[in-house]
Every structure is written in C-alpha cells, then in structure tokens.
C-alpha cells in the first residue's frame, strides 16, 4: 500500500492521475466531522466517502494510507495576485509572478486573482493568461476583471461582456475604497459598477461579486452602507476584503454582515508589526468569541501582494509580500490554539465556495471535486490533491510549474 512518500525529484508538470485512488483511514472533516472514513476518487472527483469501503484491484485502484491524519477540503483562497502585485514606489517595487508550488504548499487548490493598484503595466488580459496557466498545471483557478481603479480596466470593453464571455471571470476586484490609491469613487460610480457584475454574473451564471479593497481612511464602509440604502441590490454583491486592517474598520464589518454581506480577513505576513490591525488568527479568534455569523466570514492570503507601509505624505516607508502560505499558516495556528477543526474551516473552505458559486469546491462529498489536503497531528500540511492529481505528498511537493528550479 502507497502511504504519503518524499519527492523523488523535479516534475516539470502535473502527471496524470490515476483513474480511481482510494484514501484509507483518514478522519475526515467535509468541513464537518465524519469520522474515521475511506475516501474514493475517479476521474478528478470524489465518488463516495463512508468507513471501510471495499478494496477494489491493484490494476484498477491506487491505495494511500491515511490513517493518523485529518482530511480536509482544499483551500479557496478569493485574493491573491496572480501576476505579482506592487509598484507603488517605482518598476523595481513589482512583486514577481506567483507560482504552482508557493500555492499547493499553502494548501490552496481553487485560486482567484487580482490585479491591485497596477492596472496600468499589468493588465486584465495577463491576469486572465496566468490564470489559464495556473489551470493547465493542475489547479483551479479563477480571476477578477478589474483593479483598484475607476473606470473599470476590462478585457472586452464592459464588466458584463467580461463576466459573459470571458470564462475565468467571476466579478470585479479589486475595486478600492477608503484609500488614498483610490479613484475615490462616489455612490453612484460604486452602484453603477456593482449593478453591471450583479446582472453580467446572473447571464453568465457566475458568482457576479465585487471585491473591494478597504484601506484604512476614516470612511471605512461608508459608500457600502449607503450602496445597500439606497439601491435593490443584493448584498452579497459586496465582498470586502482587509476588514482586519485596523480595529475600528473591523467592528464595521461586523455590523455589516447583519445587513447579508460576507467580509474577508487578510492573512497578513506575521512579522509585520500589527500596529492597531488584528492578525488574521486574532480576528477569527475575536469574530467567533463575540458571536458573529461564522458562514459570513471568509480569510484570504493577499499572495504576491504588497503590503507598503505609508507615511502622512502618501509616502512608503515599509514594504512586505504577502505569501499564500499565510492562510495555511492561519488554519494551524487557529488549531494550536484550541479552536475546533469543524467551526473554523468553513471560513477557509465551503464560506468561499458559497460566495463564489463554486458548488463543487470546498466540500468533501460525493460528486464534488478532488480537492484534499491532509494534515498531520499538528495541523501542518502533509499532502494536498488538486482536480485528483497528488502535488504534495509527505510534506514534499511532487509537483511544480514548469519554470519553477526544483520541487522542493
């Protein structure tokens, strides 16, 4: 029987899977508990999960002890740019292109990208590419239209047409508000946006959200508020994202999702100074203790971002990359400090699905797809299944993209 072996060496790409794979022993959360289960995979989905299903022929069927780890779904992660984030202090300050393995490390098996501040030197067209790439290396990848400007850069000329005829794209994002890098956009300029994503996402039978960057201005969630005053559109609409950037910003969006939207936590890097913003941990520890709505909270890792710090001029002083191992990083830290497996999953898992209309993804069910992550007794990841195709195993990626150096 296969366990979880090392890496054997470089893979240029994702080899074929085999056609059936059956993981043995594991206790599996689909996010909730199941148990101690076996889990079957044919053809890139999952065919049926229950204890002791029988052993099929080794000519037909791939065997992986599990036992001793607990299996998951693989992460959504809705934010991370895709082809590098940055430039805000000049070309040398463009944050390089992300790759296969910095995601599959993370745990991350379905991706959305973004473009941020740079809808100049970067652009839709390259976002989508990546994107496409991403998909072809073996994970599922989607993507915003749009930056943090107005009007709202596109690949086709319009929002809708975009979300229509443009597969990857599921809305807009990352559209900014409270920022000073901002269009500062006003009440009319945000509902004219945020009607064009609703109705293109309802022809085109998608998420049809916008995601919306939140700096730290005093203005915080003002024009969202106002947007669901005054206009018929539904707030799932609205996603913003970096609710956790300061404390007064956060308690805003735990207002808001009484209202129906879902906000998102960023997993910052854990060497920034948190100043008066709350780590991702200590914003999901914070949500859950004074009783908000887990389901209308989703984390994100800002991969590939930058992360600048400004002074009171508009100038950078101190600049991070955000890295998707964050959100992995996040989950485990949630676990070593006593938070159950099964309350705060969601929020990396099935919350992002809902949200995006991935009925397939986040979930471990019959019919879904092939998407796990195993973890070892310390919530560490020790493999990760995209579509069903092993990219980590042992701890070891097995799998990377063709112009990555090495596999480890």
């Known amino acids: 029987m296969a ?11 994702a080899s074929p899977a ?15 508990p199941l148990g101690v289960c076996d889990v079957l995979l044919a053809a890139g989905k999952i065919a049926a999960i229950a204890p002791d299903l029988p052993t099929l022929p080794s000519e037909l069927c791939r065997v992986h002890d599990l036992r001793g780890h607990r299996l998951i779904p693989g992460l959504l992660d809705a934010h991370v740019h895709l082809i590098g ?27 959305v990208g973004v473009l941020g501040t740079d809808g100049t030197t970067r652009t839709v067209a390259d976002l989508v590419a990546r994107t496409l790439g991403l998909r072809d290396e073996g994970l599922s990848a989607y993507c915003y239209t749009g930056s943090y400007e107005l009007p709202v850069p596109t690949l086709t000329g319009s929002v809708r047409r975009d979300l229509v005829f443009v597969d990857p794209i599921i809305g807009v994002g990352e559209l900014a508000l409270s920022d000073h ?35 730290d201005g005093l203005r915080g969630l003002d024009l969202v508020r106002r947007a669901l005053d005054v206009s018929e559109l539904p707030p799932r609409v609205f996603h913003p994202t970096h609710v956790n950037r300061n404390r007064r910003l956060f308690v805003e969006a ?9 906000v998102d936590v960023t997993a910052f890097p854990p060497e920034d100074d948190p100043g008066d913003s709350l780590y991702a941990a200590d914003a ?65 898992t099935t919350n992002v699905a809902d949200l995006l209309r991935l009925g397939h993804k986040g979930r471990l069910a019959a019919g879904a797809d092939a998407d796990l992550v195993a973890l070892d007794d310390h919530g560490h990841i020790a493999g990760v299944i995209a579509r069903g195709r092993w990219l980590i195993q042992g701890g070891q990626t097995v799998v990377c993209g063709p112009f990555e150096r090495s596999a480890s």
């Open 181 to 215: 890098r901002s269009s500062q956009p006003t009440l009319d300029e945000l509902l004219r946006v945020a009607a064009d994503v609703h109705v293109g996402g309802m022809m085109a039978g998608k998420a049809g959200i916008v995601h919306l960057h939140m700096g």
């Open 284 to 348: 999901i520890d914070r949500w859950i203790a004074q009783g908000l709505p887990v389901s209308r909270l989703t984390c994100s890792s800002d991969g590939a971002g930058c992360m600048p710090v400004f002074d009171a001029h508009g100038h950078i002083c101190a600049m991070d990359i955000g890295r998707p191992t964050t959100l992995s990083d996040t989950l485990t830290e949630l676990l070593a400090r006593g938070q159950e497996l099964a309350t705060v999953l969601p929020i990396f």
């Open 254 to 262: 735990g207002e808001l999702v009484a209202r129906g939207c879902t």
């Open 85 to 111: 984030g940055g430039g805000e202090a000049g070309p040398s300050t463009r944050v390089p292109p992300v790759t296969l393995s910095q995601l599959s490390r993370a745990g991350i098996t379905t991706v």
């Open 3 to 13: 366990g979880l072996p090392g890496a054997s060496g470089h893979v240029p790409s």
């Open 18 to 32: 085999p056609t059936l794979q059956l993981l043995r022993g594991a206790e599996v959360f689909a996010p909730a």
